[in-house]
C-alpha cells in the first residue's frame, strides 16, 4: 500500500512539474513578442520569476519521491537509466528557460520568437519516449 501513494504522489509532483516545464518556454515566447511593453515585460518575468519558483519546489518533491520508490521498493532496470537521462535533459531544458527568464527581467536580448517557439517544443518530443519507457519498460 506504502508503494503506491507514493508512487501516486510522486507522478501528481511530476505531473506539477511538468506543466512548469511546458509554460514557461510560452512566457519566453511572450515576452519576445511584448517588444518594448514595459508593464506586459515586467508582468511576464515576475510570473516566470514565480512559476520557475514553484518547479524547483515541484521537481524537489517528486525527486525525493522517485529515490523513495528506487531506495525502498526496487525499482530498477535499463528503462529506468533511459528515462533518468531523458529526465536530465528535461531538467537541463528547465534550467535554461529559468535562466533566459532572468535575463528578459533585467532587460537582455531573447532569441526570436519563431526560435522561442522550436526551444518549446523541446519537452513534448522529451516526455513522449519518457513515457514510452514508464508504461512499456522494454528493456
Known sequence: MAYLWTKLFHVLFVMAWMA?????????VNLAEAGAETAVRDRLALMGRRLYRFGHVMFGVALLLGLTLWMHFGMQGGW?????????????????TGRWIKRAAAGAALPSPTALRWFNEVPLVLAIPVLWLVYFKPF
Open 20 to 28: 512548469t516545464v511546458f509554460y514557461l518556454p510560452r512566457i519566453l
Open 80 to 96: 529506468l537509466h533511459a528515462k533518468l537521462t531523458l529526465v536530465a535533459l528535461m531538467l537541463a531544458h528547465y534550467i535554461a
